[in-house]
């Protein structure tokens, strides 16, 4: 069955940029039929939907994070990434990267990486 | 962007005994495009209801979804010992995605 499991450094320097891939196994990235997404989730707090994007490579971010995002996919991989430059305290958190359905559940995301904590310390 | 305001934000009960959760939206949810999660400590979320009340793959019949527009509700009919945990609604029909803050279920 179709799993997620999410990489990269587990601590950042203030000011510098997050950078996480998530790798998909036991099933294509390239499906018109999903689209892929990273969640946040801080210490002891609820969840934070940060990015997505789709088959056809369109990219959406929540506002609230301005124009520090980046999601790119790397279809010869199944990997899809996520940036997040000029990191504070305030990014830390658990990050998530999840398989949005858009047949059966139009859009709810329905596989989910196990998720990798990230600090932003120096 | 929509706001989720869920309550009570915890919730004390026993085995066997029936849960009610509230999401409450500040504006209309785009066709029923609200989701319910269960996450439990450590743990990712899971996906239990899509579309406001229907059931996700392999999911208990003891958990129901319901509710439109802004008011939804999700119910877990009797308790079970592995039913304790957050649970988060989320609406998916408007961009930004939103969450509510969850609500914790725990053994009373």
């Known amino acids: 069955q179709l799993q997620l499991q999410e990489s990269g450094p587990g601590l950042v320097k203030p000011s510098e940029t997050l950078s996480l891939t998530c790798t998909v196994s036991?099933?294509?990235?390239?499906?018109?039929?999903?689209?892929w997404g990273w969640i946040r989730q801080p210490p002891g707090k609820g969840l934070e939907w940060i990015g997505s994007?789709?088959?056809?490579?369109?990219?959406y971010s929540n506002p609230s994070l301005k124009s520090r995002v980046t999601i790119s996919v790397d279809t010869s991989k199944n990997q899809f990434s996520l940036k997040l430059s000029s990191v504070t305290a305030a990014d830390t958190a658990v990050y998530y990267c999840?398989?949005?359905?858009?047949?059966?559940?139009?859009?709810?995301?329905?596989?989910w990486g196990q998720g990798t904590m990230v600090t932003v310390s120096s | 962007e929509i706001v989720l305001t869920q309550s009570p934000g915890t919730l004390s009960l026993s085995p066997g005994e029936r849960a009610t959760l509230s999401c409450r939206a500040s504006?209309?949810?785009?066709?029923?495009?609200l989701a319910w999660y269960q996450q439990k400590l450590g743990q990712a979320p899971r996906l239990l209801i899509y579309?406001?009340?229907s059931r996700a793959t392999g999911i208990p019949d003891r958990f129901s979804g319901s509710g439109s527009g802004t008011d939804f509700t999700l119910t877990i009919s009797r308790l079970e010992p592995e039913d304790f945990a957050v649970y988060h609604c989320?609406?998916?029909?408007?961009?930004?995605?939103?969450f509510g803050g969850g609500t914790k279920v725990e053994i009373k």
């Open positions: 994007i789709y088959y056809s490579g369109s990219t």
């Open positions: 989320q609406q998916y029909g408007s961009s930004p995605l939103t």
């Open positions: 504006q209309s949810v785009s066709s029923s495009y």
């Open positions: 579309g406001a009340s």
């Open positions: 036991g099933g294509s990235i390239s499906s018109s039929s999903y689209y």
């Open positions: 999840a398989r949005g359905e858009l047949s059966t559940s139009a859009g709810a995301f329905d596989i």
